[in-house]
T-cell receptor, first 114, second 110 residues
Framework: DGGITQSPKYLFRKEGQNVTLSCEQN?????MYWYRQDPGQGLRLIYY???????QKGDIAEGYSVSREKKESFPLTVTSAQKNPTAFYLC?????????????FGSGTQLSVL | KNEVEQSPQNLTAQEGEFITINCSYS?????LHWLQQHPGGGIVSLFM???GKKKHGRLIATINIQEKHSSLHITASHPRDSAVYIC????????????FGKGTKLSVKP
């Protein structure tokens, strides 16, 4: 079945540590996105990528980094510069980054700080 | 003021009831999305619409562009409909980032 796979489901970060969240899709989609979800708030865009080897900052990119070396993969690194990393992280994809394109989401990763 | 407002924030219904969730927005849009977030966290796209009305099974979504308002209706609600329903808009005229509402948490009791 085609879809988006995020791993791990739960992740714990120690002070000063970088952690990487995995996102893989087999939908052959060009566009991929990372969102952050905090309790009682709407999803906020961290980074997006429209094509391999290209990515753009979203609304809250500080303290995060991404790469897009392969079409199917868009990993997110939460760096030590992100002072409040505890949140639910969702990866999504669409065929293209255009108005009217349906979004497909992964099942999310809950990141907590030890 | 948030650009996308949903009401109510929380909703409890009895099985079989007709449910309405509302979404109001303050920006010009090209499209509006209704999403469903399951208790485990995964999100599924339910509808994408830019005018009129769409229906899928027991779910109906409507939009009034002039009034900047959309509604999601669930007929004959069932406990498996319990989830968070999220409204998101695509700002008009550009490939702008989606703006998300905070969600409506629905609980349907048997």
């Amino acid at each position: 079945d085609g879809g988006i796979t995020q791993s791990p489901k739960y992740l714990f970060r120690k002070e000063g540590q970088n952690v990487t969240l995995s996102c893989e899709q087999n939908l052959n989609h060009d566009a991929m996105y990372w969102y952050r979800q905090d309790p009682g708030q709407g999803l906020r865009l961290i980074y997006y990528s429209q094509i391999v080897n290209d990515f753009q900052k979203g609304d809250i990119a500080e303290g995060y980094s991404v790469s897009r070396e392969k079409k199917e993969s868009f990993p997110l690194t939460v760096t030590s510069a992100q002072k409040n990393p505890t949140a639910f992280y969702l990866c999504a994809s669409s065929a293209r980054r255009q108005v009217g394109e349906k979004l497909f989401f992964g099942s999310g990763t809950q990141l907590s700080v030890l | 003021k948030n650009e996308v407002e949903q009401s109510p924030q929380n909703l409890t219904a009895q099985e079989g009831e007709f449910i309405t969730i509302n979404c109001s927005y303050s920006v010009g849009i090209s499209a509006l999305h209704w999403l469903q977030q399951h208790p485990g966290g995964g999100i599924v796209s339910l509808f994408m619409l830019s005018s009129g009305k769409k229906k899928h099974g027991r779910l109906i979504a409507t939009i009034n562009i002039q009034e900047k308002h959309s509604s999601l209706h669930i007929t004959a609600s069932h406990p498996r409909d319990s989830a968070v329903y999220i409204c998101a808009v695509s700002p008009g005229g550009s490939q702008g980032n989606l703006i998300f509402g905070k969600g409506t948490k629905l609980s349907v009791k048997p």
